[in-house]
């Protein structure tokens, strides 16, 4: 799942924002024998050492002589090169050489035998590239309320979709799901030799890393994957897996804020609070503005696509916060709330940024779907059953699913190692894991998302020791938080 009920401001703030403009590492183009030409790398942010290169590969794999999508491509060398195992692989949902920058620190004991890298997707070269158009929301996101109501919201999605894909200049609109990106990845491994190569997904690389393993289980000698979803459920059974982890999420919180005096609902029971914050505004939306979004209604169900900060941040900074939004809720002044619910929805709503996953299956393909999505919903967190707020942006899609949700063929994988925060994505994560026999995931006992981008260094240890030496640790492993 996308973080926008827990991570709404990154969500806005930075993939949107990168939407606008995005830069990368200056790269050399790549050699006619489909080999990297690697060349120091320029930009802000570069680490000591990386190189970079370049690499065309067609925007429809279906016609590999057509049009062509330049994609960068970042290397951190091993730091031992007489141990060397091979290359990590890193699959990104987007930026992924940034993610290679920001974790190389962490990650340099695994560098010491392996070549470490990363690239950034098609995604980043549809983002540079999006037309204006395809930037306007197709539709006023809400809980749909009858098949009349779900329809009229998809039609809007759809004219909004064929607005974008008509004004698209890449070429890109119809092949943005995972299993382009799997085959970007397979290209990038060919180019840099070898064959067999490890790899490393996070957060929704995970889609990628699945559609990898689904197309070239033989190329793969280990993948870790940290904080993933598991698309080849569906889409609104993660959902369902991570409705109780909301709860705890909410109880969780009620208990810091007993505890702590600064709470602005210290002395009170804040999960009531909370929910009877939700109940009242689904009754009567409460009137917000906010300086970047505009005029909207802040209804329960939006609070509840938003929610509670799964990590309370530097000196509790995030719960604090939130405490405050909802105390001054209650009262009627939700502007605490303005800019994360009306940018989540704004963001859900338009065209260009859900056309990178659309593809993948992630919809409800139907109100009758819908509806028994919050049938099962309600006997699991009823204050959590209403639409799952991402997977409205994909109603309408006006193309065949790319990547449908399907069981994953696991006979020629090897054994994979998971990691997943218990505060988030350990569910989901472990979903992904027990597809595979002999897989483990180990659980980090604390908030966060994607560890090894966090730099915890219990998680790293084991990966690191996992992709050396193709050893697992033992099941029911867990992190302490650090």
Sequence with gaps: MIMIRARSRWLVAGVAAAMLAATTPAASAARDDGRLSWRDCGGQGVVAGMRCAAIEVPADWAEPRGRKITLEVARLPATEPARRIGTVLGISSGYGIQELSRSAADLAELRRRFDLVGFDTRVTHWIARMPEVCKQPGASLHDPRGEKDFAELAAGMKAAFEKCRQADPTGLFAHLDALSVARDTEAIRRALGGERASFMAGGMGGVAAAAYARLFPHRVRAMYVDGVNNQTEGWPAQRLRYLPVLQKMVTRFAGWCADT??????????????????????????????????EGELTGWLLTSTTIPPDPGPRNAAWLAFADAVDRARRGDGSGFADQALGAASFVAMPGAQVMSCGDDRAYGSYAQLEDYRRKARDLAPEYAGAEITLLGCAGWPLPVANPARPLPTGALPPVLGVGTTWVDQVATESFTRMIPGSVTVAYDGPGHVTYLSGRKCPIRYATAYLTDLELPRPGTVCPAE
Excluded: F, K, M
């Design 261 to 294: 005096p600064a709470c602005a609902l210290h002395g009170e029971d804040a999960e009531a609070v909370w929910r009877r914050l939700v109940r009242d505004a689904d009754r009567h939306p409460i009137p917000v503005t906010s300086s970047r979004y505009g």
